[in-house]
Antibody, heavy 119, light 108 residues
């Protein structure tokens, strides 16, 4: 059974930093592109970041470029998102998402880890 | 950037009704369009990929159509468990993806 379990969310002050993690199981992690998608409270879905199977290709949404860093450790079947210089608008539920490889459709989603921004 | 516009933003329908949600892209995206269902309190779930291909395990009452700029998600006979917010997603400009703003579906 495919599972994606996020962790690392919590309360952070504006300007602070945190690192989100996603532990994958039930599939060959190193053979899938992965993404982070976030959802602010009561709002829609926003794609945040992409990383290729090997980690050699990385992309970010303009809203997070320069502040977010995505990485992966295929040996540990884990995906990471480092966030620095946190802003109020970064408050959201962050989902770890698997790319199915078909039409770049996201076929498995974790339950999300919540980032709250407050001083 | 490609913009994705869904309509309506919300709708209310009765059990058994045929429901249609549309998604329009600001430029042609061929068939690079996926649909997701997000039930209250849950993570999104993939319903349709490549505009019209049904994801494994998804009930056959869900279908997708369209190409180019105009796409449709149809529920042939609305069921109570279909109460959710539905999102379209373009995957043409990979890997910079855009979602529609969502359509909230309720039971009348």
């Amino acid at each position: 059974e495919v599972q994606l379990v996020e962790s690392g969310g919590g309360l952070v002050q504006p300007g602070g930093s945190l690192r989100l993690s996603c532990e994958a199981s039930g599939f060959n992690f190193g053979r899938h592109e992965m993404n982070w998608v976030r959802q602010a409270p009561g709002k829609g879905l926003e794609w945040v970041s992409y990383i290729s199977e090997s980690g050699s290709s990385i992309y970010y949404a303009d809203s997070v470029k320069g502040r977010f860093t995505v990485s992966r450790d295929n040996a540990k079947s884990s995906l990471y998102l480092q966030i620095i210089t946190v802003r109020a608008e970064d408050a959201a539920l962050y989902y770890c998402v698997r790319d199915s490889g078909y039409n770049s459709a996201f076929d498995y989603w974790g339950q999300g880890t919540l980032v709250t921004v407050s001083s | 950037d490609i913009q994705m516009t869904q309509s309506p933003s919300s709708l209310s329908a009765s059990v058994g009704d045929r429901v249609t949600i549309t998604c329009r892209a600001s430029q042609s995206i061929s068939r690079y369009l996926n649909w997701y269902q997000q039930s209250p309190g849950s993570a999104p779930k993939l319903l349709i990929y490549a505009a019209s291909s049904l994801q494994s395990g998804v009930p056959s009452r869900f279908s997708g159509s369209g190409s180019g700029t105009d796409f449709t998600l149809t529920i042939s006979s609305l069921q109570p468990e279909d109460v959710a917010t539905y999102y379209c997603q373009e995957s043409y400009k990979t890997p910079r993806y855009r979602f529609g703003q969502g359509t909230k579906l309720e039971i009348k």
